[in-house]
């Protein structure tokens, strides 16, 4: 069945640091993939979806990657600030149906003053 | 209005009652979705509705649970004889189309707690 690993539960960073998060995935070929921020006691805010005919995406200080052979994407934050702490949600949509997105559990980031 | 938007934003309720959430989505999107997030967790499909209908009602873990979108647009989530691991933050979302590979604008959730 689809599966969605996301390293580690929680990483922790000093301020001004590239802070880079894992999504790994199996059993399955996405067309696209995206990433999501949440707060506590919010609901998911999207920051990023790429393509499985894009490598690379950019976004201010944000940058992603998508390497369909290792099925993996690799998710950046450059020149960390405390403000970017949060939880960092990847999803891709369901093999069964691209209506629904499947999440992995995140990665609770912390960047340390 | 500006965002989709989530009523109420804690329910707490008895074991065994009967509870609605509603959602009111972004103005115009056709697409809504109901999530349902446990501590810990991503969150975890229950429905998608295009339109009225629910396209896709798979992620519903059992017939107490139902949806409605009677005139596309706001959404209630009903569950019924509620059971404590029931316990979670339901969240809705909505996007300008239901193709997937578009942007999802999430409310803030509701926690509803079963006790």
């Known amino acids: 069945s689809q599966k969605i690993e996301q390293n580690s539960e929680a990483l922790n960073i000093q301020e001004g640091k590239t802070a880079t998060l894992t999504c790994n995935y199996t059993?399955?070929?996405?067309?696209?993939l995206q990433w999501y921020r949440q707060d506590p006691g919010r609901g998911p805010v999207f920051l990023l979806l790429i393509r499985e005919n894009e490598k690379e995406k950019r976004k201010e200080r944000l940058k992603v990657t998508f390497d369909t052979t290792l099925k993996q994407s690799l998710f950046h934050i450059t020149a960390s600030q405390p403000a970017d702490s949060a939880t960092y949600l990847c999803?891709?949509?369901?093999?069964?149906?691209?209506?629904?997105?499947?999440f992995g559990s995140g990665t609770q980031l912390t960047v340390l003053p | 209005g500006a965002g989709v938007s989530q009523t109420p934003s804690n329910k707490v309720t008895e074991k065994g009652k009967y509870v609605e959430l509603r959602c009111d989505p972004i103005?115009?999107?056709?697409?809504l979705y109901w999530y349902r997030q446990s501590l810990g967790q991503g969150p975890e499909f229950l429905i998608y509705f295009q339109g009225t209908g629910a396209a896709d009602d798979s992620g519903l873990p059992n017939d107490r649970f139902f949806a409605v979108r009677p005139e596309g647009s706001v959404s209630t989530l009903k569950i019924q004889r509620t059971e404590r691991g029931d316990s979670a933050v339901y969240l809705c979302?909505?996007?300008?189309?239901?193709?997937?590979?578009?942007?999802?604008?999430f409310g803030q959730g509701t926690r509803l707690t079963v006790v």
């Open positions: 103005s115009g999107h056709t697409a």
């Open positions: 999803a891709l949509p369901f093999s069964g149906s691209a209506r629904q997105l499947t």
């Open positions: 059993n399955y070929s996405p067309a696209y």
């Open positions: 979302a909505s996007s300008s189309t239901g193709t997937g590979a578009t942007e999802a604008f």
